[in-house]
């Protein structure tokens, strides 16, 4: 079953190949040919790789580059299960065969070399060409979509890197709220400490000032004290005339 299966895609790339190559000698005598393949040079790989990263490449050639494509089909197939994305995405760029496979690639590339919005961009060009009127642009027409229903596919890595990226995003914002909970909870520690610390240092200097201070003066005048265990003065002598006490008797009258 799979030997047959793989007979019939070869039966089917062959007649595209000979179907394109008649357009393109049709074409030769009109239009002025098939387009050849430019190389790429070092300058050209690097800005590709750019123009990548931003989603800006964009496939312009119509049937004239198709037999380009269909020369270097097997290359981009073996890059691309050989997960050679740059060297891919210069074959792709450089052939310039508008088609949703070519996007497919491009979008792929640009998912894996972590551009997740220039893939979108790919992936949803290439989904307008499979859905689109121009049958010779569909890899479905020459069974040459690597297994994969293309009209399926696409919207579903769309939707696969929106919900990742929305992940992401919700992540990052947890991942800041969670740094500023902390920056105010160190803060307030922070604060909490000196405050505690500047409690302490008043406390121990309190009983300093206390000690330091001088002794109040003695109060002064007419029975004041000289200190706590002053003498009790002693008796006076009475005076001439004065009675020695109240029980004493008269003098005599004369």
């Not at 037999?67 to 210069?90: C, E, G, S």
């Not at 792709?92 to 893939?119: F, Q, R, T």
């Amino acid at each position: 079953m799979h030997a047959s299966r793989s007979y019939t895609a070869r039966a089917d790339h062959a007649r595209h190949g000979i179907a394109l190559l008649a357009l393109c000698l049709v074409l030769l005598t009109g239009l002025g040919g098939c387009a050849p393949m430019q190389p790429v040079t070092r300058e050209g790989r690097e800005s590709n790789l750019l123009l990548l990263q931003d989603g800006t490449i964009r496939l312009t050639g119509d049937i004239e580059q198709s037999w380009n494509w269909i020369t270097h089909r097997d290359d981009m197939i073996k890059l691309y299960y050989a997960q050679d994305w740059p060297n891919l995405v210069n074959l792709v760029a450089s052939i310039n065969y508008e088609n949703d496979l070519g996007y497919m690639y491009l979008g792929e590339s640009a998912e894996k070399l972590g551009h997740p919005e220039a893939a979108i961009r790919y992936y949803q060009l290439g989904y307008g060409i499979a859905m689109g009127s121009k049958r010779y642009k569909q890899c479905e027409l020459h069974n040459e979509c690597l297994g994969l229903d293309l009209r399926r596919e696409l919207p579903r890595r769309v939707a696969s890197i929106r919900s990742q990226m929305q992940a992401k995003l919700e992540a990052e914002q947890a991942r800041k709220r969670e740094e500023e909970r902390r920056a105010e909870e160190e803060r307030r520690n922070r604060e909490a400490a000196e405050k505690a610390a500047l409690e302490k240092k008043k406390k121990k200097k309190a009983p300093e000032t206390a000690k330091a201070a001088p002794a109040a003066p003695a109060p002064s005048g007419e029975g004041a004290f000289t200190g706590g265990n002053t003498a009790a003065a002693p008796p006076q002598a009475p005076q001439s005339g004065t009675p020695m006490s109240d029980n004493a008797p008269p003098p005599p009258v004369s």
